[in-house]
């Protein structure tokens, strides 16, 4: 009975550990670890291959090593830049590029827009020297606005009030050449015409007039052109 225990105690030890065996033995045969044992070692170290090495002495070398990544090479940048998030809407939805983009337009339109109508405004006001400048940087910094041909129309108009006629030719004259769909169109030729007439070119003012008078019949700039050209 003490030798059957013995013999078991024997086949127990010898049943534990996870075992890849690496060389001949004619007289063993595999064995694997018990669930028990393995579940030990891997909440105490994490997993660890077992590697056990056999030489013909039927001696078993054991080595257990953790195992671990690899150290980045030094060519590799390690401070990599990190892109942000898209933020949401109220909703904690992710807005489109589109509606990002429309959003953006949005801003910048209405800020565009608040600094045409200021400009405006120092004109209504006969501020004229404020109003010319806000209108040049209002023409500089918004060079393709849609209020572009407006505002160089009221700074010919700033011009115009100040009596300098030759200025203010160029700017009418540069709204109805660079821009021949402008709603401004009929107002920059009558003026036009006028400036011609304060310059002594009575000739040009007549043919502007009349131009006025036939392209626009039903504008109030042709009802102008008719009073100036009876004057």
């Not at 990599?80 to 489109?96: F, M, N």
């Amino acid at each position: 009975m003490r030798e059957i225990r013995a013999e078991i105690s024997r086949r127990n030890r010898e049943s534990r550990g996870e075992t890849i065996r690496i060389g001949r033995s004619s007289n063993q045969k595999p064995y694997v670890e018990s669930a028990r044992e393995e579940q030990h070692e891997n909440r105490e170290y994490g997993f660890r291959p077992v590697l056990r090495l056999h030489d013909n002495a039927k001696n078993a070398i054991t080595r257990a090593e953790p195992f671990v990544l690899p150290e980045a090479p030094p060519s590799i940048q390690n401070n990599l830049s990190v892109v942000p998030l898209p933020s949401t809407d109220a909703h904690g939805r992710v807005p489109t590029i589109e509606k990002q983009a429309r959003k953006r337009n949005a801003r910048v339109d209405s800020a565009v827009i608040g600094e045409y109508r200021a400009a405006l405004a120092l004109v209504r006001q006969r501020q004229y020297d404020q109003a010319l400048n806000a209108l040049s940087t209002f023409i500089v910094n918004n060079p393709s606005s849609s209020y572009l041909d407006s505002a160089i129309y009221w700074r010919g108009e700033v011009y115009y009030a100040r009596r300098e006629y030759q200025q203010a030719l160029n700017q009418f004259q540069t709204v109805s050449t660079r821009f021949p769909a402008s709603r401004k169109l009929p107002d920059a030729l009558l003026k036009t015409g006028m400036c011609y007439q304060r310059l002594g070119d009575n000739e040009q003012a007549r043919g502007l007039f009349q131009r006025v008078r036939s392209q626009f019949p039903n504008s109030k700039a042709a009802r102008i052109a008719s009073l100036e050209s009876s004057s």
